[in-house]
């Protein structure tokens, strides 16, 4: 089906949204499934005891939300692609719950950022223990980047004594080689006084989500006229 410059705008910019939503949710799926049915962590999740704990919590999180975002790229494509409007419509309708979900998870987050800092904390403390004891290279992995992002390093921030230095970020001072900001620190530093960066990210995600839902509503509404106008054609001719 022949489309319009904006309708094809609409559709490529439709296929980059769904290829980095792909990514991320394969990052996430995958990364929460690791946690989940690794050897050194699966334990944590036959102990009742521990069914609520942030590391459980934010391991099903990792899962869902990679889950959902799957999906949500497979309708995408799927649409995009063939200019099916019934998957166009599909993913209109998810990524505008994601849309709601993202205003939702951001108010709760403004108004509790003390616990969610706590929690968040808590999960990088789990990692970090689970590495110490493991030595889990998805663990080193997941360790490097949270600590690389923060510019943090281990439980401590002594980089001579701490027991997964090796997942430090480089110093960047003199006194970084013998002293860094502590990751659980700096965790719950940034959702309690860096609150509005915290902010920033959930309505960049949400600006994110309706510029694909204004592409999709769009799409929509440019296959329906050109399906239309191809009826009345083939309708004037018979």
Known sequence: MALDGCGLLCKYTL??????????????????????FSDSTRAIFEFE????????????????????????????????????RCALQIFSALVAILGITVVVLGVINSSRSDEIGLSMGEFYSSIYLLYVANSDPVLAVTLTFIQKLLHCCGATGITSL???KETCPKPDTIWEHIKMDACPGVIINVFNDKAPLVMGLFVGTGVFLVVALVCSIVLLTKIKREQQEITARYTTVY
Request: proline content about 0%.
């Open 15 to 36: 296929l980059i949204f769904n290829l980095i939503f792909a990514l991320v949710g394969f990052v996430f799926l995958g990364l929460g499934l690791w946690l989940r």
């Open 162 to 164: 701490d027991f997964a």
């Open 49 to 84: 005891a521990l069914d609520s704990s942030a590391f459980v919590i934010a391991v099903t999180i990792l899962i869902i939300t990679g889950s959902v975002m799957l999906i949500v790229v497979v309708f995408g494509d799927y649409g995009a692609c063939s200019e099916k």
